[in-house]
């Protein structure tokens, strides 16, 4: 039962309820060490023995450790993740699926998604302070039946950092290569049955490529209240500035790549980006029971000029939307086989627009200088809305085997309202006001087993949908109707193990197999016309393996290796041009990563890393044609603790200068094209704690 003292977060009262569980079957485990959780396969506190899927985490000490002046320095040692940078904070993902923008991932800050379905970004990170985060967890693969649309590839959620029982005052300031300065400050402190935690995150760089420089300013604020009647309320609110010039993954002729990688050929694109999100969870557990209930509200606005598209379709639009919105679920416990039963639901109110340009662009080169904005193509108001109940349950038959299952059924309402003329030809179509409907359900079933204190293993299915964006939807391009697009559906098949052995080894080993239905196509006839349709299916294949092993007391090491095989099974994106049997580009069969820590106890304070990236090779056109040989990258960190307040800290990114590519492409027209990867980068800052 819960207790009215009080305790920064409640994560530490949710673990006293599952050891209490977990001390009855495993006296051991209880005594000797806490149990891993996580909460974001059942949205909130499970034991990960107990979670039929593999989800990746990343603690809030980590974090802080590793200090990311970009997500991929944390993402890329989850096994199977790999975030690749397009410029400044921006990314590209990478997660049971190819390197990809598509709309197929999830992404959370405390369980609440950070935008509407309607309105996916795949730079989605940077709209959260993940630099000043309290941990991060990746559900690898479909996440529907409890998540809603959206995470086909997996769920990524990014938790508030807890406030602290007592004042504590936190300050960086750290300066890099390139121009990069970043100021990161925070302030916590509790009293009687409050807590709060402010923080704040200023960073600049001028960019290493030209015209690409970056500036950021974010917050985050957290207010733990408990209540007389032993219940919580969380409230949390997080807001982003982001104004950055966006080579991205601005690609270059394989010439300019080698010999002069610092080149943009898209100087005029930029990216300007305002995102705010405020919740209030509140939780009451009582006895047998659990009431969840957390209202929100969000708003963003995107104006850009994309860089990728100024070779076909050159535009420069503003995107945003607002939303009012509430999640909330009731679980019942009980004792016959540990049950368990929860019913919830999700609501989301959504409204958004698009306001958008074509621009008219001068090039010298391969360069384009200068663009004077020409004809409107598109200005509409489109309004999203979802309401989606579902139903969890768990039930241990015996004592070592977990069962689970849930249903979700997601009802989808786009109102689109067309504020310009309705056109039929050309390459900006607009269709008349309309109303777009989607209903599905996602089921998923789960085990878990455990064969020992120390060694347990899970299997599951599920089933995951993506229903199509307002862009894909509205912004019809030469497509005559894409208003009756069908959404994405992914079936999925997941089996591992994990466990410990010897003294400080963990490990997990997972293989899995997913298959996608009526992918989006864009599809082209011999006379070059360009339209959407549900056409495609592939297949995902492939195996994720975690080490972790600590030598001593000094040594440790951090392992995360992955393979994977994606291909099409039926695809056709040209008349006459099939690609059944070939894998997608973009792909690497091999992701790995390794991190050597040392903390010498003849020097406390102390601390280095150093780190091993490797991408293995892929190919960069759907005829496989042609590969990209992959690349290893060597990173190196360290910290000292000149007292109890200060802190010097310092690392040396891609530390051998290795030319890579972030990104890559291969067309007969153009040959090969590479997007550069940083340089060899340095970063110096001091940290005080009082």
């Not at 990314?91 to 950070?114: C, F, K, N, W």
């Not at 029982?165 to 009687?192: I, K």
């Not at 708003?299 to 009012?324: A, I």
């Not at 108001?381 to 241990?396: A, K, L, W």
Request: charged residues 20%.
């Amino acid at each position: 039962m819960l207790t009215k003292t009080w305790m920064p977060g409640k994560t530490a009262i949710v673990l006293n309820s599952l050891l209490l569980t977990t001390t009855a079957a495993f006296p051991l485990l209880a005594q000797d060490a806490l149990p891993e959780l996580t909460v974001t396969g059942t949205r909130e506190a499970q034991l990960k023995s107990e979670t039929p899927a593999s989800v990746g985490t990343i603690s809030g000490a980590d974090i802080q450790n590793v200090k990311p002046t970009h997500p991929t320095e944390v993402f890329n040692r989850i096994a199977g993740a790999h975030v690749a940078v397009t410029n400044g904070e921006g990314h590209t993902m990478a997660l049971r699926q190819p390197m990809t923008t598509s709309p197929v991932y999830l992404y959370l800050e405390d369980g609440i998604p950070t935008r509407s379905t309607g309105f996916f970004n795949h730079n989605a990170l940077y709209e959260i302070n993940v630099p000043q985060a309290g941990g991060i967890e990746v559900l690898k693969g479909p996440g529907s039946a409890l998540q809603g649309s959206d995470a086909i590839g997996g769920v990524i959620n990014v938790l508030t950092r807890e406030p602290s029982a007592t004042p504590e005052t936190e300050a960086s300031l750290e300066v890099g290569s390139f121009g990069y300065m970043r100021a990161l400050g925070s302030y916590s402190t509790g009293w009687e049955d409050d807590a709060v935690r402010a923080s704040v995150n200023l960073n600049r760089t001028d960019g290493w490529r030209d015209s690409t420089a970056y500036d950021r300013q974010a917050t985050t604020a957290r207010w733990d209240h408990f209540m007389n009647n032993g219940g919580m309320v969380k409230t949390t609110i997080s807001a982003s500035n982001i104004n950055q010039q966006t080579a991205g993954s601005s690609r270059l002729y394989r010439a300019d790549y080698e010999t002069s990688p610092k080149t943009n050929y898209t100087p005029i694109s930029f990216r300007k980006v305002k995102a705010v999100r405020l919740s209030s969870n509140y939780e009451l557990e009582d006895g047998n029971s659990l009431l969840s209930v957390t209202p929100y509200l969000r708003w963003n606005s995107m104006n850009m000029l994309p860089n990728w598209s100024l070779g076909y379709d050159k535009t420069v639009y503003t995107t945003g939307h607002s939303s009012l919105g509430m999640t909330g679920k009731y679980r019942l416990d009980f004792k016959p086989y540990r049950s368990r039963l929860v019913f919830g639901a999700d609501a989301d109110y959504s409204p958004g627009s698009r306001d958008e340009k074509s621009i008219t662009t001068t090039k010298v080169g391969n360069v384009y200088t200068d663009y004077a904005e020409a004809d409107q193509t598109y200005k509409y108001d489109v309004t999203f809305m979802s309401v989606s109940p579902y139903v969890h349950g768990e039930i241990s038959p015996t004592d070592k085997l977990r069962l689970t299952g849930g249903l979700r059924a997601d009802g989808m309402r786009y109102v689109y309202d067309n504020d310009l003329s309705v056109s039929t030809t050309g390459n900006y179509r607009r269709a008349p006001d309309n109303t777009v409907n989607f209903l599905h359900f996602s089921p998923k079933l789960g085990a878990t087993y455990a064969f020992t204190p120390n060694f347990n293993g899970f299997a599951s299915y599920r089933h995951a949908f993506r229903a199509p964006s307002e862009g894909t939807l509205f912004r019809s391009g030469k497509t005559a109707d894409t208003m009756h697009l069908d959404a994405v559906k992914i079936d999925s098949y997941e089996i591992g193990v994990r466990g410990s052995a010897l003294a400080g080894l963990n490990y997990e080993f997972t293989a899995y197999t997913m298959t996608k239905r009526d992918d989006i196509v864009t599809y082209t006839d011999g006379t070059g016309y360009r339209s959407n349709t549900n056409a495609g299916k592939t297949l995902h294949q492939g195996g994720e393996a975690t080490l972790d092993y600590r030598f001593d007391k000094e040594l440790k090491l951090n392992l995360a290796s992955s393979y994977s095989k994606h291909t099409y099974e039926e695809w056709s994106a040209t008349a006459g041009v099939i690609y059944d049997g070939k894998e997608m580009p973009s792909a690497p069969r091999w992701l790995n990563s390794a991190v050597l820590s040392y903390s010498p106890v003849a020097l406390p304070g102390a601390s280095a890393e150093l780190e091993w990236v490797h991408m293995g090779t892929y190919f960069m056109d759907n005829e496989n044609t042609t590969k990209y040989d992959g690349h290893h990258l060597f990173n190196l960190r360290g910290t000292y603790q000149l007292n109890d307040t200060v802190k010097l800290f310092g690392r040396a990114m891609n530390l051998a200068d290795k030319r890579h590519a972030t990104a890559t492409s291969y067309t007969a027209t153009k040959g090969e094209e590479f997007a550069p990867g940083m340089p060899r980068t340095f970063f110096v800052g001091v940290e005080a704690t009082f």
